[in-house]
């Protein structure tokens, strides 16, 4: 039996022992650096055997990595004319012949020994090794049977002895076929922390330690398990790795990474998790949620997963071009979380391993096509989100307003009363205001030197100088024949102070003296003058007159327009040569102002006001028999808007209003999909180059390789493509999701590459025991819990991760699962576990992001806006990992260092790395310092009357067992010599206790409670604290 | 069966992590017990790190090794190539005139989408320097200076015009998220020489205009590749690595014993219970310890004197982009692998004449200083020094004085070891626009890079989902021609 395994062993066991460590150091970079690269020369070894080759698993994956690139699916790249994924063509060309290899030109080409003939071609820098070689020609003798690709072979669920759990059942198989045995089971201490890790994300207390220690009933695992299922971090645990597949983020992701609504749809996640929504359902919602029948706000917010994706504020984005990357990020997505295939090469040709098509793609990208969204900009802030008790405030508020409108709408006869008066002087008003004709002057001038803008409105408006006085010259022609009166309008503007009209710093302005001439005679005199703000106009007028301070003002009336009416001695016809000059002489200048003409004395008597806005005067000037009903309606409506007899039913319909709308402003919002009629047209773009429109239109449709031709009557919705990837024949989703359920609980997926299941990834070594997980995952409606159930009890799941040298050299990865595996925690549980055991943790589930402590300037990169970050007062500064804000382009440092993806693209896999910066963050991030302090507090508190007790509590706290002898010696030597340090340096002390938003307890000796926040440290540093085992 | 991705995984990530030093239990534990226990130093623990040392998949190298390291210099925004280093005088002619239309079709425009399109002559003046006579701009006397040390590429192009991903491609060779930077795949391929310093060192520096574009993390991120590989952000402020410093009120001393007590109880503890990744864990924790004090060390630049923070035009601490210009020799000195400077504030919609004049203020001196400083060190020829945006501006005006984001021809230069000095490689059409002699696109220009490290670029490759991902995708070839 030759197995891959047996490749790694060949690979790294020899010598490993006997020789010296440098020598053995250096064998295995030289080696690393040769698989690294050319990667494949030790596994034919393994199947040099007596067993006949298979396709899956030995055929296809030396053809697909060395071949399939130029003779496979993507014709655009296919050399030669023939393609080797495809039997019947590689057999027509004689590539293959069956049963005969001499005669076949694939066995020729790899065994040629001239350079041009060989196969690969050097280009390629793929090198066949001689036992890859050998197999080809063996299973070319066998006669060459080809098999379709596993995953796309719908599962087949082996049979298992009555009584066996089955996942026991199909892994000792195997192991007895490889000629393994089985781990003893975990001590129960690693067994209560494994669980609580893996099934709550946090450690247990130590009592619960004891308790199920001492639980001798053969349930008692079983009996945890029910616990921890039903406790509501469960829900915590499962979103973190559905939040990294999904990539959700608080942040948009590109350029100014600005924030979004979304955080409601994480809490979706961790409620579905912990109410068991069935997998089916949870899929449904999230592609399609808002598309099902009276969708509830809940499946309106599982539709949030189709704005996950990353978007845009750049300005200069060109809407094409993120209209393209927002498609293929969906379609990306929805392959990665469901399919587990990685499709993203079709975006620009056919794939060149799998059978997907360009067409497949955009097909798969035209589902999500009719999303309401902008495709360049801000997202706005999505749909409140109340919980039961906001809705119900919120339905209360909504009919407080119903009811102010109403009061508001009702007949009412004393407003009627007040309309008609109000009407008739308004009318008049109106009609005045249509008896004056407002002029474009040619020329405006200041003489102190203030510049005069001509506005489109024929409005002046003063800029610049100012003096102490002031005269503005004005000339006018056109002006026309018989004029009888000039108008001067004083009108406000926001430039001005108080808003003018005038610009003195009170916004008012005294006209002292008005003179009209025609260039070249005599001056024009009045006769009259009238303005709605009373002044001394006479002088205003009087050429004769002496000129005082006193002329027209507006005092404080600032910010409203008025008028002054001047009546012409005579009425006034220019020649059409001649101009008409105006001089405004002030003492505290106009500032914006508009001079008109009438040919109508009654404009001179008329009514000094100003009409309502022009939409309203045009109805004012029809008579009231001759208005139409809308007409009507709308001054009635302006009435009741402005009148003083409305005011307090108005007020109340405002406050009403603000009420309500404050109210919804201030509820959770998130972003949810919704449906545009008008779905925007999908074309194939060639080589993905949004450029190019060439491209056929295509329509949802499913990917033809795994759902056959799929078109139907009408436009599929992604509802349509929801119940496709949930349905019985899906081949992959099923598997998917178990693998990466399987992975959680054991640390390797069952297929290693589970964000790939498709040619390039890995055929499961254990298939019959993905295939069954996968079928009964689908044969129980999809029931979560019931598949974490059957996982976490089994005997596999519960063996000791205690391994041995001998152990590892045979099985290195333990893909084999004689025995359970060690890992570092993912990055929250770390944050999670060291806020637990020092009790800072704060167990609210759900809410908006937090924000812990975080380096000053760590966002300093970050534009538009300039961002500060403000850590989270209070209680929520002590949150579990899942709810830190996720800002995608910085991700908070201390996350990022323990492996936290960015969640800019789907990520089913975290890296488990061992760095530098993990050592900086756990013991200088001011999280983990507080969290030592606090931990210090308890244990000086809680621990005991002596150093040993104490010592031996907080050993407890943190690791769930009792400190070893010599761990005590070297923890009570370190406690001995901080504490007389911090007793010769008190202040040294203070300062660290002072760290963090909690204040330490005064009460207890300083120098102490600093010592053993040291002391703390070192126990949240330590390997078995962050490792899951 | 396909062992491959497995293996590849397992050895590229968990040998990366040094986790094999500890197959042997009585292997680093004991020894790093040892040198815990004994208080001369972390000697032991130290020359485990040495020797576990990552030295790079290319092994034996493809090619003769030109430089051994890069510091490349990211003129973040989208410098414009018209108002630097490539002289248009016909655009100077046309300036007010309509683009002709010949030039623009078909080719992707950011801001100035369905705008008209004007003519924006060059705004300063163009001189020869160096014994060629090549023309740069008059504002940039210092680069000048060295012109002739100093390789012009003036038919650059980009496929992105929009800063985000512009940048993602210029440092990954993808706009998709998630892909390793340039520098991670340097320091992968070939390991860092640096002792206590990470391989892949990213500075930034603000300018003075306020055109300030966003920059991201992920920049620098080592995406698919393991996290050694990250680049790491020293900071001008505060702590220049981030959780660098000890808590307050916590000594170097204490923190010392603090640190020696994790590692004696981490090392006990494998003896238990056999898990390699501890001594990785434990090596690790020395490393922090010890980058507590080397990188203060290397950000302090008092040491360099007054003659030399004159030589850059910089005061220390003041967070220029000279600084870091200064910051990134000692870095180099020190055996740094990937040096990238970010300089942002190019990004020249408007003003693009006092801008360009406050950006030659930040910048010329001080490449010069570093050319000159590395040349007087010796150093200049076994580095690379790389002067590119993420993009070049439009030849046509935007707003009146400025000009939009362009990615169809502009400039960027090298400098060091293997490129040919002095020399001016391609050209873009007579507006500018276009470049239409020898274009050379990013993967070239990644190709290149690597070449020059000895690194064939198409055989430098990891296994993600399936496919060999490179830096320069399937494409790019290296510029022989800009080689000595």
Redesign the interface.
């Given at each position: 039996m030759s197995?891959?395994l047996e490749?790694?062993v060949f690979?790294l066991r020899p010598r490993?022992?006997e020789k010296n460590?440098?020598q053995?150091?250096d064998d295995?970079?030289?080696l690393?650096?040769i698989?690294?690269?050319s990667?494949?020369l030790?596994?034919a070894l393994?199947?040099v055997g007596a067993e006949k080759p298979?396709y899956n698993?030995?055929i296809r994956?030396i053809l697909s990595?060395n071949c399939f690139h130029c003779h496979g699916p993507d014709q655009k790249t296919r050399k030669g004319k023939f393609r080797l994924d495809v039997r019947e063509d590689a057999v027509a060309k004689n590539a293959i012949v069956p049963g005969k290899p001499e005669e076949s030109e694939v066995i020729a080409r790899i065994f040629a020994s001239n350079p041009d003939d060989i196969m690969p071609p050097s280009e390629a820098?793929k090198v066949l090794t001689t036992a890859q070689k050998e197999l080809l020609r063996r299973w070319i003798a066998d006669g060459a049977p080809y098999e379709k690709h596993w995953a796309y072979v719908p599962p087949v669920k082996s049979a298992i002895p009555a009584g066996k759990n089955p996942i026991d059942a199909l892994v000792r198989q195997r192991l007895r076929q490889v000629g393994l045995k089985p781990a003893p089971p975990a001590d129960p201490r690693t067994m209560v922390r494994r669980l609580y890790f893996d099934l709550i994300g946090l450690p247990p207390k130590p009592e619960e330690v004891e308790a199920f220690a001492k639980d001798k009933s053969p349930d008692a695992v079983s009996h945890l398990v029910e616990k921890l299922i039903a406790s509501p971090q469960f829900g915590e645990r499962m979103a973190i790795g559905w939040l990294d597949v999904v990539r959700f983020a608080d942040t948009i992701?590109?350029?100014?990474?600005t924030p979004r609504n979304v955080w409601p749809y994480r809490d979706y996640v961790i409620k579905a998790f912990n109410e068991n929504k069935h997998f089916d359902v949870f899929t449904r919602e999230q592609l399609a949620g808002d598309l099902l029948p009276n969708s509830t706000l809940e499946e309106k917010v599982g539709s949030a997963f189709n704005k996950l994706l990353?978007s845009?504020e750049?300005?200069?984005?060109?809407p094409k071009?993120y209209e393209a990357?927002m498609l293929t990020d969906r379609v990306r997505a929805v392959s990665a979380v469901w399919l587990g295939q990685?499709i993203?090469?079709a975006q620009c040709h056919d794939h060149k391993?799998?059978p997907i098509k360009q067409r497949d793609f955009y097909s798969l990208g035209a589902f999500f096509a009719d999303i309401d969204e902008p495709i360049i900009g801000g997202r706005g802030p999505g749909i409140a989100v109340p919980d039961d008790q906001q809705a119900a405030e919120l339905k209360r508020l909504t009919q407080a307003r119903t009811r102010a409108q109403k009061a508001f709408d009702a007949p009412n006869e004393s407003w009627n009363a007040a309309f008609a008066v109000w009407e008739k002087v308004q009318a008049e008003a109106a009609m005045q205001e249509q008896r004056w004709t407002a002029l474009h002057p040619i020329t405006a001038v200041a003489t102190s030197g203030a510049k005069l803008q001509i506005e489109a409105t024929n409005s002046v408006l003063a800029k610049g100088k100012t003096a102490e006085t002031e005269t503005y010259t004005l000339t006018f022609s056109n002006v026309p024949p018989g004029i009888v009166g000039l108008r001067l309008e004083a009108l406000p503007h926001p430039i001005l102070p108080m808003k003018g009209p005038g610009r003195d710093a009170a916004g008012d302005f005294n006209l002292t003296r008005v003179t009209v001439k025609v260039a070249g005679t005599n001056r024009i005199t009045f006769n009259g003058a009238r303005a709605d703000v009373e002044g001394d106009l006479s002088s205003v007028i009087n050429e004769n007159a002496a000129e005082t301070s006193k002329g027209w003002s507006i005092e404080t009336q600032t910010n409203q327009a008025h008028q002054l009416i001047l009546g012409l001695t005579a009425p006034l016809t220019l020649a059409s040569n001649e101009m008409l000059m105006l001089e405004l002489q002030q003492r505290q200048a106009l500032g914006n102002f508009r001079i008109g003409f009438t040919t109508n004395t009654e404009a001179l008597t008329g009514p000094l006001r100003f009409p309502p806005a022009k939409e309203i005067s045009d109805i004012l000037v029809i008579s009231a028999d001759k208005r139409d009903a809308k007409q009507k309606e709308t001054l009635f409506a302006h009435f009741k808007s402005i009148a003083p007899e409305t005011t307090k039913a108005r007020e109340r319909l405002a406050d009403a209003r603000k009420a309500r709308q404050d109210y919804e402003a201030s509820l959770p919002h998130c972003l949810v999909s919704s449906t545009n009629a008008q779905p925007r047209t999908v074309r194939i773009l060639p080589r993905g180059n949004f450029?190019v429109e060439t491209g056929d239109i295509v329509s949802p449709a499913l990917p033809v390789y795994l759902a056959g031709t799929n078109t139907t009557g009408r436009r599929l919705t992604r509802l349509d493509l929801a119940n496709w990837l949930v349905a019985r024949e899906n081949p992959l989703t099923a598997r998917v999701v178990m693998n990466r359920l399987w992975k959680q609980f054991f640390g390797l997926g069952l297929s290693?590459?589970v964000?790939?299941l498709?040619?390039?990834?890995?055929?499961p070594?254990n298939q019959p025991l993905l295939d069954w997980l996968a079928c009964e995952f689908v044969d129980s409606g999809w029931d979560m819990k019931h598949m974490v159930r059957l996982l976490v009890n089994s005997e596999v799941y519960q063996q000791s991760s205690?391994?041995?040298?001998k152990l590892?050299a045979r099985d290195?990865?333990n893909?084999e699962l004689a025995g359970q595996s060690?890992w570092?925690l993912d990055a929250e549980l770390v944050r999670d576990n060291a806020l637990a055991v020092s009790g800072l943790l704060v167990e609210k589930i759900g809410g908006p992001s937090v924000k812990p402590y975080q380096?000053?300037?760590?966002w300093?990169?970050?534009?538009?806006p300039v961002r500060s970050y403000d850590a989270t007062p209070g209680p929520d500064q002590y949150r579990r990992g899942l709810y830190v804000w996720w800002q995608?382009?910085?991700?908070h440092?201390?996350l990022?260092a323990f492996?936290a993806p960015?969640r800019?693209?789907c990520a089913a896999e975290r890296?488990?790395?061992?760095?530098?910066?993990?050592?900086?963050?756990l013991?200088?991030?001011?999280s983990y310092?507080e969290a030592s302090r606090a931990l210090a507090v308890l244990a000086l508190k809680d621990g005991g009357a002596d150093t040993k007790a104490r010592l031996t509590w907080a050993w407890r706290q943190v690791l769930s067992r009792a400190p070893r002898a010599?761990?005590l010696k070297?923890?009570q030597?370190?406690l001995d010599?901080?504490l007389a340090?911090y007793r010769a340096d008190p202040?040294?002390?203070?300062?660290?206790?002072?760290?963090g938003l909690t204040p330490a307890p005064q009460t207890t000796d300083q120098s102490e409670l600093?010592a053993w926040t040291?002391l703390a440290?070192?126990l949240l540093?330590?390997?078995?604290t962050i490792?899951r085992? | 069966m396909k062992p491959h991705p497995e293996l590849q995984q397992f050895l590229a990530q968990r040998q990366t992590r040094r986790t094999f030093l500890g197959r042997t239990a009585q292997g680093v534990g004991a020894l790093a017990l040892t040198s815990l226990l004994n208080p001369t130093l972390l000697s032991a623990g130290a020359a485990l790190a040495q020797k576990d040392k990552w030295k790079g998949v290319v092994n034996p190298l493809d090619y003769p090794q030109k430089v051994k390291r890069v510091i490349w210099l990211s003129m973040a925004g989208g410098p414009s190539h018209l108002e630097t280093f490539d002289s248009k005088p016909k655009l100077a002619q046309m300036h007010g005139q309509p683009m002709p239309a010949s030039f623009t079709e078909g080719k992707q425009i950011a801001q100035l989408q369905g705008q008209k399109l004007v003519c924006f002559g060059p705004q300063h003046g163009f001189k020869k320097f160096g014994r060629n006579g090549t023309e740069i701009c008059e504002l940039f006397p210092q680069i000048g200076s060295v012109i002739d040390e100093i390789c012009l590429v003036r038919s650059m192009t980009t496929e992105a015009i929009n800063h985000d991903p512009a940048h993602m491609f210029m440092n990954t060779g993808s706009q998709i998220a998630g892909r390793p930077s340039m520098g991670s795949w340097a320091t992968y391929g070939l390991g860092s020489e640096s002792e206590d310093l990470p391989g892949f060192v990213v500075l930034t520096s603000l300018g003075q205009g306020g055109q300030n574009q966003p920059i991201a993390a992920r920049q620098w991120a080592a995406g698919l590749l393991p996290s050694r590989f990250q680049g790491v952000h020293l900071r001008g402020k505060g702590d220049p690595v981030l959780y660098l410093s000890s808590p307050a009120g916590v000594t170097h001393a204490q923190q010392k014993d603090v640190v020696n007590t994790i590692n004696k109880i981490n090392a006990k503890y494998d003896t238990i219970v056999d898990d390699p990744e501890i001594a990785t864990r434990i090596v690790q924790y020395e490393m922090a310890f010890k980058m507590q004090t080397s990188v203060p060390e290397l950000m302090d630049l008092k040491p360099e004197g007054a003659k030399m923070l004159e030589l850059y035009g910089c005061q220390p601490g003041d967070g220029s982009f000279a600084s870091n210009c200064l910051l990134a020799r000692r870095l180099a000195e020190r055996g740094v692998r990937f040096i990238q400077l970010y300089h942002k504030d190019w990004d020249h919609h408007g003003g693009v004449k006092d801008g360009i004049r406050l950006k030659a203020l930040e910048i010329d001196r001080a490449c010069m200083a570093l050319i000159t400083d590395l040349k007087q060190r010796g150093m200049l020829e076994e580095t690379l020094i790389v002067w590119a945006g993420e993009f070049g501006r439009t030849p046509m005006s935007q707003g009146g004085d400025g000009r939009d984001h362009h990615n169809a021809g502009f400039t960027i230069w090298l400098c060091g070891g293997g490129i040919k000095p002095g020399f001016v490689f391609g050209a873009t059409d007579e507006l500018g626009y276009s470049a239409i002699e020898n274009p050379v696109d990013v993967h070239d220009l990644h190709a290149t890079m690597l070449r020059l490290m000895g690194i064939e670029h198409t055989k430098l490759s990891v296994k993600f989902q399936g496919l060999d991902v490179r830096l320069t995708g399937i494409a790019g070839k290296s510029i022989e021609e800009i080689l000595t």
């Open positions: 197995t891959e490749t790694i690979f490993q022992i460590r440098t053995f150091m295995l970079s030289r690393r650096s698989v690294c690269r990667i494949v030790m596994f393994s199947t298979s698993r030995d994956p990595d820098h992701g590109y350029h100014s990474d990353l845009t750049e300005g200069g984005a060109q071009d990357r990685t993203g090469c391993f799998d450029l290693r590459v964000d790939d498709g040619a390039q990834g890995e055929l070594p205690v391994s041995s040298k590892r290195p990865l893909r060690r570092r380096p000053d300037g760590y300093e990169n970050l534009n538009f995608r382009s910085y991700l440092p201390s990022l492996d960015t800019e693209e890296n488990r790395s061992n760095i530098p910066q993990q050592a900086l963050v013991l200088n991030d001011p310092v010599d761990e070297t923890m030597a370190l010599k901080q340090e202040a040294a002390a203070q300062a660290l206790l002072k760290i600093a040291n440290r070192v540093n330590l390997h078995e490792t085992s | -």
